[in-house]
């Protein structure tokens, strides 16, 4: 499984960001897939995770209602709608995904990584 994100970029606090990720080599429709991130002095952290079967969003706590994840299982894509964003969002953000479904519960759908792509937040 390849994963593809894309969408990073610098923005200013209480500003909005759209990261969108396409899958390559995932063929079962059946699935978790999601958005991990590593933040300065920080270990990666689970931020959302979906599942395909049903849609069902899971949040990390921080995400305190700013972001929507959203998936289209057809197509093997994921984006993660960020609004209001905080300077501590900065961090590279790293699209993941697992074939088990319920992965998702727990924030642990990382069964496969992208390269990730850089957001920055100037306060």
């Known amino acids: 499984v390849q994963l593809v994100e894309s969408g990073g970029d610098l923005v200013q606090a209480g500003g909005s960001l759209r990261l969108s990720c396409r899958a390559s080599?995932?063929?079962?429709?059946?699935?978790?897939i999601g958005w991990f991130r590593q933040v300065p002095g920080k270990d990666r952290e689970g931020v959302a995770c979906?599942?395909?079967?049903?849609?069902?969003?899971y949040y990390a706590d921080f995400v305190d209602g700013r972001f929507t994840i959203s998936s289209d299982t057809g197509k093997k894509t994921v984006s993660l709608l960020m609004n209001k964003l905080r300077s501590e969002d900065t961090g590279r953000y790293f699209c993941?995904?697992?074939?088990?479904?319920?992965?998702?519960?727990?924030?642990?759908?990382?069964?496969?990584w992208g390269q990730g792509t850089q957001v920055s937040v100037s306060s």
């Open positions: 993941t995904t697992d074939l088990d479904p319920d992965s998702a519960l727990g924030l642990r759908c990382s069964r496969w």
């Open positions: 080599g995932l063929i079962y429709d059946d699935y978790a």
């Open positions: 979906i599942r395909s079967t049903d849609g069902r969003a």
